[in-house]
């Protein structure tokens, strides 16, 4: 078999004869069922070499870097809610293990929900079911001016090089958008001890198989003293 680059740029797939996308490489690089959506992307020559997501007002989520990365838990901004995606994954059984938690800036947890999903085949697949179904969730409570935080790695690199998010540029894509149509929505990655509550949750749907689904106010009681340590901090 053929070694691909996997370090190969935007401007590696593009004809240079045609200024147009390498038809064959792209279906080297790309799933079958994300091929067309990357085709279909238009291309600016003239701008500099990269690919962003085109959801937010500059097409780019929240990254945390450089001295400032938090190491936990942080209050949402004035008159934001915080809504943290946590997932897990059974591989023996296939099922994942999803949950969000919403708190105010005062960081008291206003709603939390936890469910279970069958047949999926990866902890990635897990991970952007989650933060989709996370959205959607946020956007059937009517909910507006939502901070999204997730510690999923390996979304985090889908959505810096959509690209090369073999058989993912879809759902991510789907995700993103389910989030973008919130209301002065935003999303970032952050470190997994900044998301360990909504973690926790989604752990204990595969560890302890609990797989009944439910929206609950408040926090879960047996997470009551790590909640409230860090509305305090």
Same mark, same amino acid.
């Given at each position: 078999d053929a070694i691909v680059d996997l370090t190969l740029r935007v401007s590696d797939l593009i004809d240079d004869q045609t200024g147009t996308w390498d038809h064959n490489l792209v279906r080297q690089l790309i799933d079958e069922e994300d091929v067309n959506l990357v085709l279909n992307t238009k291309i600016n020559l003239s701008r500099a070499d990269k690919l962003i997501w085109g959801f937010s007002k500059n097409g780019r989520y929240d990254v945390k870097s450089g001295g400032s990365v938090p190491e936990k838990w942080q209050k949402p901004p004035a008159s934001f809610l915080k809504c943290n995606v946590g997932s897990s994954l059974d591989e023996g059984s296939s099922i994942a293990g999803a949950a969000w938690v919403v708190r105010d800036t005062r960081g008291i947890v206003l709603l939390h929900s936890r469910r279970a999903f069958a047949n999926v085949s990866s902890l990635q697949q897990a991970n952007v079911m989650a933060l989709h179904w996370a959205a959607e969730a946020m956007s059937d409570l009517k909910f507006k001016k939502v901070v999204f935080e997730f510690s999923a790695l390996e979304v985090k690199k889908a959505m810096d090089h959509p690209l090369l998010c073999f058989g993912h540029f879809q759902p991510v894509s789907h995700a993103l958008s389910a989030i973008y149509s919130i209301r002065d929505a935003k999303i970032s990655? $952050?470190?997994?001890?900044?998301?360990?509550?909504?973690?926790?949750?989604? $752990?204990? $749907?595969?560890?302890? =198989?609990?797989? =009944?689904?439910? $929206?609950?106010?408040?926090?879960?009681?047996?997470?009551?003293?790590?909640?409230? =340590?860090?509305?305090?901090?």
């Open positions: 990655y $952050v470190t997994s001890s900044c998301n360990l509550i909504a973690n926790l949750i989604a $752990v204990s $749907v595969t560890r302890d =198989q609990r797989y =009944q689904s439910y $929206v609950a106010r408040n926090g879960p009681a047996w997470l009551a003293t790590q909640i409230g =340590q860090e509305a305090s901090a």
